[in-house]
């Protein structure tokens, strides 16, 4: 059985998810993913980030940190209260970033 760090899970995570908004396909998969897992406010308040993080809306430069910062915090939040979930975060995370790294690996 493998123990999983919850606030390591959650990390990794946040940070993908400020990474992959300028990508829309595999952010609205994020999304809905994410919404699967942890419930539809999840999924509105991701959107709602990726709003935030577009190009056009950025208003500071560290604007990716701090959403990254939020959602470590709001991810953790939803460990503690569903410690289940760190396994299933874990793998979306994981298969996440392959596509991400797939996508960005790929001409435009």
């Given at each position: 059985m493998q123990v999983l760090h919850h606030p390591r899970v959650?990390?990794?995570?946040?940070?993908l998810i400020?990474?992959?908004?300028?990508?829309d396909q595999l952010f609205d998969w994020m999304c809905t993913e994410l919404g699967a897992l942890f419930g539809a406010e999840q999924e509105r308040s991701l959107r709602d980030t990726g709003q935030r993080?577009?190009?056009?809306?950025?208003?500071?430069p560290?604007?990716?940190?701090?959403?990254?910062?939020?959602?470590r915090v709001r991810l953790e939040d939803l460990?503690?209260?569903r410690p289940e979930a760190a396994e299933p975060l874990r793998s979306l995370t994981v298969i996440a970033s392959g596509l991400h790294?797939?996508?960005i690996g790929r001409p435009a």
């Open positions: 959650a990390w990794d995570m946040a940070r400020v990474s992959v908004v300028p990508d993080l577009r190009p056009w809306a950025y208003t500071t560290d604007a990716a940190a701090v959403e990254a910062g939020r959602w460990l503690r209260v790294r797939d996508r």
